[in-house]
């Protein structure tokens, strides 16, 4: 489940990757992106590595937001099959955005 707004801010899921790796600042990190209409979306899956999990339990993923990119006059590199998005020194590896957006 995602916790946030779709239909508030009235935003359609155009893609969804829930391992996605990313690499800020020289750091690589696995985390859900979801792209929408209007922006890319990053969660946190706050059940998982949760004690119930791990005793056979299954808590299902409980999604919250963690960062957001407006798409409006975003500019970003695509090289590689790998979206360079300069202002936010950030790197998602194996998105072409380019192909996503058009």
């Known amino acids: ?30 985390k859900c992106m979801l792209i929408t209409n209007k922006n890319i979306l990053f969660f946190d899956n706050y059940n998982e590595g949760t004690a119930l999990n791990t005793r ?3 808590m299902p993923p409980e999604y919250y937001v ?13 090289k590689d099959n790998n979206t ?5 020194n950030l790197i998602i590896y194996n998105l072409d955005l380019k192909a996503i957006l058009k």
């Open 66 to 78: 963690i960062g957001k990119i407006p798409l409006k006059n975003l500019k970003y590199e695509v």
């Open 56 to 58: 056979g339990l299954y």
């Open 1 to 30: 489940m995602y916790n946030y707004d779709f239909e508030g801010n009235e935003e359609k899921v155009i893609y969804e990757n829930t391992s996605v790796a990313l690499e800020k600042d020289e750091t690589v990190i696995t």
């Open 84 to 88: 360079y998005i300069k202002k936010e």
